[in-house]
């Protein structure tokens, strides 16, 4: 299926405000305008109590799209995330984008050729847990996986409105191991538990637990959705050797 850039619609918005806003849609018939019924669903799911990796992607100043920390001076998160010119902030290690963790500035932005992914190198170096990035083993078809980010928690108004304050996760189920991001890259490719990916998760993680060694790891990022049911997570464990090659992990 192609993938579209299409992003939810906020009236008045700039085109530039809105590529650096929401996850781009699932299919090219996907309609731009939030939808009218439903209630909030990250739509759905929970919140976070316990995500000292977490980082929220600002750009200019305004609430943007997810990201992890993964070694002390990068950050991984989606390419449509960071593909405008700006300045892009972080905040690290805090489960509210308002206040407390780490506030650091991208003096680097390396966007991966042909997937959606992007690496970050920040201006300082931040101490802490990193999210330990999975290999093909950690991630199978049917398997529960869980979904992080701030993203807009509503259907029923534009996406800006109702960003979460707090970070939130949500259970998805793995239906294909080998599905497509935004850029055509290999994705993971999940159905909706008790909630699913929307405006403003992009480039956040997902998380699985590994059957080999039984730890967490993130093993995809925020692409594309259909804020209903259908989400696509650039496989991480397919490109390891790309952010091995910048970030060393």
Not at 106 to 132: C, E, F, K, N
Not at 175 to 185: K, Q
Request: proline share 4%; glycine share 10%.
């Amino acid at each position: 299926m192609r993938l579209n850039r299409a992003l939810s619609a906020v009236v008045g918005a700039t085109t530039a405000l809105l590529s650096a806003f929401a996850l781009t849609t699932l299919a090219p018939t996907a309609s731009a305008a939030p939808a009218d019924d439903v209630t909030p669903y990250i739509i759905g799911g929970g919140t976070a109590t316990n995500a000292p990796w977490a980082a929220r992607l600002f750009r200019n100043g305004q609430q943007n799209c997810s990201a992890t920390i993964i070694a002390p001076t990068w950050i991984l998160t989606a390419q449509h995330c960071v593909a405008s010119a700006g300045t892009y902030t972080f905040r690290v290690g805090s489960l509210d984008q308002t206040t407390g963790g780490t506030l650091v500035t991208a003096t680097r932005i390396i966007q991966h050729p042909s997937v959606d992914l992007a690496l970050a190198q920040i201006d300082r170096s931040v101490s802490g847990t990193y999210a330990p990035l999975g290999t093909t083993t950690a991630v199978a078809v049917n398997q529960t996986v869980q979904i992080y980010g701030w993203g807009a928690t509503c259907t029923n108004q534009p996406e800006i409105n109702c960003q979460s304050r707090y970070l939130k996760y949500a259970d998805t189920r793995v239906t294909s191991v080998n599905g497509r991001d935004y850029r055509g890259g290999i994705a993971i490719s999940v159905t909706r538990v008790n909630g699913i990916a929307a405006g403003g998760d992009s480039g956040g993680p997902m998380f699985a637990t590994s059957p080999v060694d039984g730890r967490r790891y993130q093993v995809g990022v925020a692409s594309t959705s259909d804020r209903s049911t259908r989400s696509n997570y650039t496989a991480v464990t397919r490109y390891r050797d790309w952010i091995r090659s910048y970030a060393g992990v």
